[in-house]
């Protein structure tokens, strides 16, 4: 089998993933920026962070022999402070040119805050300024709806931002279709105790098709399962599904939609 891994915070992982994910049939891994576990205290933390994401972990990744990608924003959980959050966008610019680099994210909303919506706005501002790819964080269970609501409408209300190019992660069963109805990309996310089961995970795809879906773990320093996509294959093939089936929603709806970015090669086709 062969997968892509879309989401995972491999800083926060062991080198024994990497080797796990390779030998289960991983072959490119992307990482969206997020949070530390703790709050950063100054815009250099960030640049830091950033030179972290574009200079080390991929070194680290391709010592395993695997692809590794990134997207940059300030998270959600840290967006409540706009003065903090205004310094650590304008470092921003000067990281999209490296190598690895897919776009800007995981951005989005935690609690639906003011705050955290005009943060919001700001990096779709920028990715639309630099034509940049999306990923989007939606808020967990309780505030999920409303903020995937508030993020659609702040998306769509952004003359240049193409739907085809932003991908709306955490959807559930009670937001997906509203993020596929207007035309984004939607992502599900694996989590032992969270977000999608992988039974949940499969049943979504049942209702709603193949078409502009893909699976991630989102591992990260939390309770998280590094090789989330290549057990939820499985289970799909228990379930019934074909081997192409499986092979687009594992591989090849990744590879379309960071395939839009130039910066991605897309892996051997060899299986």
């Not at 695997?66 to 998270?75: D, M, Q, V």
């Not at 709806?145 to 952004?158: F, M, Y």
């Not at 092979?247 to 910066?263: E, H, S, T, W």
Request: some cysteine.
């Amino acid at each position: 089998m062969r997968y892509i891994e879309p989401h995972a915070h491999m800083v926060s992982r062991v080198t024994d993933d990497y080797v796990s994910m390779v030998t289960a049939g991983c072959q490119a891994v992307c990482e969206p920026a997020f949070w530390a576990g703790f709050d950063r205290g100054s815009a250099d933390g960030f640049h830091d962070y950033f030179r972290q994401l574009t200079e080390h972990e991929p070194r680290r990744a391709a010592r395993f022999g695997l692809a590794h990608y990134s997207w940059l924003c300030i998270n959600p959980k840290e967006s409540e402070d706009v003065k903090l959050a205004e310094e650590v966008l304008a470092l921003i610019p000067e990281f999209l040119s490296r190598p690895n680099v897919l776009g800007i994210g995981e951005i989005g909303l935690n609690k639906n805050s003011r705050n955290e919506l005009r943060v919001l706005e700001m990096h779709i501002d920028l990715a639309a300024r630099h034509d940049q790819l999306i990923l989007v964080h939606t808020p967990h269970l309780e505030d999920k709806l409303k903020g995937t609501r508030l993020t659609l409408d702040a998306l769509k209300n952004h003359p240049r931002i193409k739907p085809e190019r932003v991908i709306i992660d955490h959807v559930e069963e009670h937001t997906v279709e509203m993020v596929l109805e207007a035309g984004f990309w939607a992502g599900m996310t694996l989590y032992p105790e969270t977000k999608c089961s992988f039974s949940r995970a499969i049943d979504i795809l049942e209702c709603h098709g193949h078409e502009r879906l893909w699976l991630n773990s989102a591992c990260d320093w939390g309770v998280s399962q590094p090789l989330a996509v290549a057990y939820a294959a499985q289970e799909m093939r228990a379930r019934g599904f074909t081997p192409a089936e499986i092979d687009q929603v594992v591989f090849g709806n990744p590879v379309a939609f960071l395939g839009q970015c130039g910066k991605f090669t897309p892996p051997a086709s060899d299986r």
